[in-house]
């Protein structure tokens, strides 16, 4: 399934380095997702932007600041990250944010912060 | 608060022994529940939708089904390929349309 790509699919980083990931969607839809897993606990939702514009920051930490220039591509940018932010970054993306739409998921980043 | 219980949390099967998986939730008003599959390392795989009670889907060896509480996924003579982690997920009507809750997923291991 290639609808949705993440860049880069692994990235290790100090906690005073500056890093970003970079998520794109090639299926024509209007909403894009940023979601953190880690080990052994449920997906957890961090931001949601619908047509280029945030509608929800679930009390996501300041030293994670997303972006979305357009509705085909979604960033992620990291700084000052602490151990405990290590995890699969998952980006996903559905046709509206609502309704019971489906949403689609990449590959994931794979991080670990040193 | 929505709630999102899957069970069991590992599951092993030898190729060909039918097995359920579990999901209960608990929300004011269901918008969807929606099956993945993750295997390690990936990004979740959409499998299904479910919209209602008394729904089902099909899929090869996979059946969704949806009650008022709960949801199961019945793998039917499963393959070592359907060895993956299952996630169950679900829409609140109460919620901000575009959120989902996902539950801490059932592992599945499928010995030839």
């Known amino acids: 399934e290639t609808g949705v790509t993440q860049t880069p699919r692994h990235l290790v980083m100090g906690m005073t380095n500056k890093k970003s990931l970079k998520c794109e969607q090639h299926l024509g839809h209007n909403a894009m997702y940023w979601y953190k897993q880690s080990a052994k606990k449920p997906l957890e939702l961090m931001f949601v932007y619908s047509l280029e514009e945030r509608v929800e920051n679930n009390s996501v930490p300041s030293r994670f600041s997303p972006e979305c220039p357009n509705s085909s591509h979604l960033f992620l940018h990291l700084h000052t990250l602490q151990p405990e932010d290590s995890a699969l970054y998952l980006c996903a993306s559905s046709p509206d944010p609502g309704r019971g739409e489906t949403q689609y998921f990449g590959p994931g980043t794979r991080l670990l912060v040193l | ?112």
Do not use: M
């Open chain 2, 1 to 112: 608060e929505d709630q999102v219980t899957q069970s069991p949390e590992a599951l092993r099967l030898q190729e060909g022994e039918s097995s359920s998986l579990n999901c209960s939730y608990t929300v004011s008003g269901l918008r969807g529940l929606f099956w993945y599959r993750q295997d390690p390392g990936k990004g979740p795989e959409f499998l299904f939708t479910l919209y209602s009670a008394g729904e089902e889907k099909e899929k090869e060896r996979l059946k969704a089904t949806l009650t008022k509480k709960e949801s199961f996924l019945h793998i039917t003579a499963p393959k070592p390929e359907d060895s993956a982690t299952y996630l169950c997920a679900v829409q609140d009507l109460r919620h901000g349309d575009y959120k989902l809750s996902f539950g801490a997923g059932t592992t599945v291991t499928v010995r030839a």
